[in-house]
């Protein structure tokens, strides 16, 4: 079996492979490249890779990535293999410019985490990401030979973060800039934080190695190695872990210093405040395209809030959102029809390659036609079709709420009941999965994956709708409002709306031995609010014991459509492990509780006339 399954995987890699092949000679046969040490107002030096064309006869436009992520590989002699957004860049002709940001790899200076804007500089050596930013513009379009005058930048991630950075007092020659999947809040909604909620595996495991120190400038094969895990289980390593204060003691010491601001920063306060660049975002010159997925695992949060801050800020400036079926950067990587079980019945990747990120930097910075972009760009799953919108979130929609019933049951009809309430207990020893199955790393496809394992536990909450006999598509923000009790004087809540598929719903795979898509239940969006922060993130406060309290959050937007046949599900539940770090259920410091702290909890959810739990949606008309 394991000679078959080689053997097919061999068979499905080649064309890849030979695609991979082609681009890298074309790239060698069409670009020269050369590497220099840009120098910034204050003196330090940023390594920076150009690739520029070998034909001489034309001016290009400049598109450049700044990354912390390395400009691999280093040495003139050495190429990427694709160059740029996607190899449409390279084919049309382009100076493509890679730089390592001040402080990581092969630069100079000292670096910090999504280093706070200074929008007062006094002198030379006040600087930030913006600063570099237009220094290094700068430096091109004085030194290239073969530049048109105009750039461009882009970015994902964390490289996504440095392309919203040059935006702020921007360089006249940065005509085009493309934030994608941004890093943008890194204790309300991105990465590292939700709703103050503490999003344990992924921080632990990307500061685990990109977190340690560099003292000198380094190249990757002499950088930090991956942390290796004693257990092949993330659920198993981190209940052994216990209290999150262990992991400086085993693991950590004082060696990872983001990770001890992390620990000695448990509400928003001024340090977490300084990294929202969003009040940033003011006089915006660039032409702006921020892209996201919707099934983006670490920053949809930092795709939809970054277009609502530029668009609100500057509303007479070209500004686009593009929202996908996408995990993490996956319109750059593979053709996005499929993601988990879910098949979207087309190349959405590819799609918005071509149509949409290639024809807008083509626009502004070669003046190509428009193609007639729209303010937004939004696949809707479920019905799996691309919508142009004139906003968003969309005008035409119809606010209604979703209400939480006994006997489970979910409708956009009040309830009446004088008292009704269900209850259950959580203990935080035996905390909710996050996903189905035994995992080492945090997958991307929990995003999206079947909740059926979650439904049939005694700790999670279920309210479904009845059949639909008529498609209902949701379009933009959702806001959760439970009315609940709780034992203890804290807690987390994890709503999850959900697309629970027909019992005789075809399957994908005719092998039986794969998954069932009758009864599937799709996460279309879930979302954890830390409870003790309900009413502020800068001044948590605890649950008064068994009394009715309204825990009440946004929601990042969803562009779905639940079909006839379907029905729409919720999901509540106190704990999402090892996504997000336990809750004690008990009011305090969560990064200093000992293990004694940690008690069960019994948990009432209220559904009745004066106190309804609700979900509220946007119906798109």
Request: with cysteine; net charge neutral.
């Given at each position: 079996?394991?000679?078959?399954f080689l053997?097919?995987?061999l068979?499905?890699?080649?064309?890849?492979?030979?695609?991979?092949?082609?681009?890298?000679?074309?790239?060698?046969e069409?670009?020269?490249?050369v590497?220099?040490?840009?120098p910034?107002?204050d003196?330090?030096k940023l390594?920076?890779?150009?690739y520029?064309?070998?034909?001489?006869?034309?001016k290009?436009?400049i598109?450049?990535n700044r990354t912390p992520?390395?400009v691999?590989?280093?040495g003139?002699?050495?190429?990427?293999?694709s160059l740029?957004?996607s190899?449409?860049f390279a084919?049309e002709?382009?100076i493509?410019?890679y730089?390592?940001?001040?402080?990581?790899?092969?630069s100079?200076?000292?670096?910090?985490?999504?280093?706070?804007?200074?929008p007062?500089?006094?002198?030379?050596?006040?600087?930030?990401e913006?600063?570099?930013?237009?220094?290094?513009?700068?430096?091109?379009?004085?030194?290239?030979?073969?530049?048109?005058?105009?750039a461009g930048?882009?970015?994902?991630?964390?490289?996504g973060f440095?392309?919203?950075?040059?935006?702020p007092g921007?360089?006249?020659a940065?005509?085009?800039?493309?934030?994608?999947?941004?890093?943008?809040?890194w204790f309300i909604g991105?990465?590292?934080?939700?709703?103050?909620?503490?999003?344990?595996i992924?921080?632990?495991?990307f500061?685990?190695s990109?977190?340690v120190?560099?003292?000198?400038?380094?190249?990757?094969?002499?950088?930090?190695?991956?942390f290796?895990?004693?257990?092949?289980?993330?659920?198993?390593?981190?209940?052994d872990?216990g209290?999150?204060?262990n992991v400086?003691?085993?693991y950590?010491?004082?060696?990872?210093?983001f990770?001890?601001?992390?620990?000695a920063h448990?509400?928003?306060?001024?340090?977490w405040?300084?990294?929202?660049?969003?009040p940033?975002?003011?006089?915006?010159?660039p032409?702006?395209?921020?892209?996201?997925?919707?099934?983006?695992a670490?920053d949809t949060f930092g795709?939809l809030r970054?277009y609502?801050a530029i668009?609100?800020?500057?509303?007479?400036?070209?500004n686009?959102?593009?929202?996908g079926p996408?995990f993490?950067g996956?319109?750059a990587?593979?053709?996005?029809?499929y993601?988990g079980?879910?098949?979207?019945?087309q190349?959405?990747?590819?799609?918005?390659?071509?149509?949409?990120e290639f024809?807008?930097?083509?626009?502004?910075?070669?003046?190509?036609p428009?193609a007639?972009?729209p303010?937004?760009?939004i696949?809707i799953?479920?019905?799996?079709?691309w919508?142009k919108?004139?906003?968003?979130?969309?005008?035409?929609?119809?606010q209604?709420?979703?209400?939480?019933h006994?006997?489970?049951?979910l409708?956009?009809?009040?309830?009446s009941?004088?008292e009704?309430?269900?209850?259950?207990?959580s203990?935080?020893?035996?905390?909710?999965?996050?996903?189905?199955?035994?995992?080492?790393?945090?997958?991307?496809?929990y995003?999206i994956?079947d909740q059926?394992?979650?439904?049939?536990?005694?700790?999670?909450?279920?309210?479904q709708t009845?059949?639909?006999?008529?498609?209902?598509?949701?379009?933009?923000?959702?806001i959760?409002?439970?009315?609940?009790?709780?034992?203890?004087?804290d807690?987390?809540?994890v709503?999850k709306?959900?697309d629970?598929?027909?019992d005789?719903y075809?399957n994908?795979d005719?092998?039986?031995m794969n998954v069932?898509?009758g009864g599937?239940?799709?996460?279309?969006?879930?979302?954890?609010m830390?409870?003790k922060?309900?009413?502020?993130?800068?001044?948590?406060?605890?649950?008064?014991?068994n009394?009715?309290?309204?825990?009440?959050?946004?929601?990042?937007?969803?562009?779905h459509?639940f079909?006839k046949?379907?029905?729409?599900?919720i999901?509540?539940?106190?704990?999402?492990?090892?996504?997000?770090?336990?809750?004690?259920?008990?009011?305090?410091?969560?990064?200093?509780?000992?293990?004694?702290?940690?008690?069960?909890?019994?948990?009432?959810i209220?559904h009745?006339?004066?106190?309804?739990s609700?979900l509220?949606?946007?119906?798109?008309n």
């Amino acid at each position: 079996m394991k000679k078959i399954f080689l053997l097919l995987f061999l068979i499905c890699s080649l064309p890849v492979l030979a695609q991979i092949n082609q681009d890298s000679l074309y790239i060698r046969e069409n670009y020269d490249k050369v590497e220099k040490y840009v120098p910034m107002r204050d003196g330090i030096k940023l390594f920076t890779s150009i690739y520029t064309p070998k034909d001489k006869s034309k001016k290009y436009p400049i598109m450049l990535n700044r990354t912390p992520y390395t400009v691999s590989p280093y040495g003139e002699n050495q190429y990427k293999t694709s160059l740029g957004p996607s190899m449409l860049f390279a084919r049309e002709g382009y100076i493509f410019v890679y730089q390592d940001v001040r402080g990581k790899w092969m630069s100079e200076g000292e670096f910090e985490d999504v280093r706070p804007h200074n929008p007062k500089k006094k002198s030379k050596k006040d600087i930030d990401e913006s600063t570099d930013t237009y220094d290094t513009v700068d430096w091109l379009v004085k030194n290239l030979s073969t530049d048109n005058g105009r750039a461009g930048i882009y970015g994902i991630s964390y490289p996504g973060f440095y392309a919203t950075a040059s935006l702020p007092g921007a360089h006249p020659a940065l005509k085009a800039v493309s934030p994608q999947a941004p890093v943008t809040d890194w204790f309300i909604g991105d990465d590292f934080h939700h709703n103050g909620a503490f999003m344990m595996i992924d921080a632990f495991s990307f500061y685990s190695s990109f977190g340690v120190p560099r003292p000198v400038p380094i190249t990757p094969d002499k950088g930090p190695k991956p942390f290796k895990f004693p257990v092949q289980d993330n659920y198993k390593f981190f209940m052994d872990l216990g209290p999150l204060k262990n992991v400086k003691a085993k693991y950590f010491a004082d060696s990872i210093k983001f990770w001890n601001d992390l620990m000695a920063h448990p509400n928003y306060d001024s340090f977490w405040k300084a990294r929202n660049i969003r009040p940033q975002l003011t006089n915006v010159k660039p032409a702006t395209m921020v892209v996201g997925g919707f099934f983006d695992a670490e920053d949809t949060f930092g795709a939809l809030r970054t277009y609502e801050a530029i668009e609100k800020q500057n509303p007479k400036n070209r500004n686009m959102l593009v929202m996908g079926p996408w995990f993490h950067g996956g319109w750059a990587r593979g053709t996005g029809q499929y993601f988990g079980d879910i098949d979207f019945g087309q190349a959405t990747s590819t799609w918005y390659q071509q149509n949409v990120e290639f024809p807008f930097f083509q626009n502004l910075l070669k003046d190509k036609p428009s193609a007639n972009l729209p303010e937004a760009m939004i696949f809707i799953t479920g019905s799996n079709e691309w919508k142009k919108f004139d906003t968003w979130p969309p005008k035409n929609v119809a606010q209604k709420s979703l209400y939480f019933h006994a006997d489970g049951k979910l409708s956009f009809d009040a309830p009446s009941a004088d008292e009704s309430f269900d209850e259950y207990i959580s203990d935080p020893n035996k905390p909710v999965p996050y996903t189905d199955g035994v995992h080492l790393r945090r997958t991307r496809e929990y995003m999206i994956n079947d909740q059926r394992f979650a439904s049939r536990r005694p700790d999670v909450m279920v309210y479904q709708t009845e059949i639909l006999t008529e498609d209902i598509t949701l379009a933009g923000e959702i806001i959760a409002k439970l009315m609940v009790s709780t034992s203890g004087t804290d807690a987390d809540y994890v709503v999850k709306l959900i697309d629970v598929y027909p019992d005789d719903y075809p399957n994908n795979d005719p092998n039986p031995m794969n998954v069932q898509m009758g009864g599937y239940q799709m996460l279309v969006r879930g979302e954890v609010m830390r409870g003790k922060f309900r009413n502020s993130f800068e001044k948590p406060e605890p649950f008064v014991p068994n009394q009715i309290t309204e825990v009440k959050y946004n929601i990042p937007d969803v562009a779905h459509t639940f079909k006839k046949g379907h029905r729409l599900m919720i999901q509540v539940q106190n704990s999402w492990f090892p996504l997000v770090d336990r809750n004690p259920q008990k009011f305090l410091d969560i990064y200093n509780a000992d293990e004694k702290d940690f008690q069960k909890a019994t948990h009432r959810i209220y559904h009745e006339g004066k106190n309804a739990s609700s979900l509220q949606v946007s119906v798109l008309n």
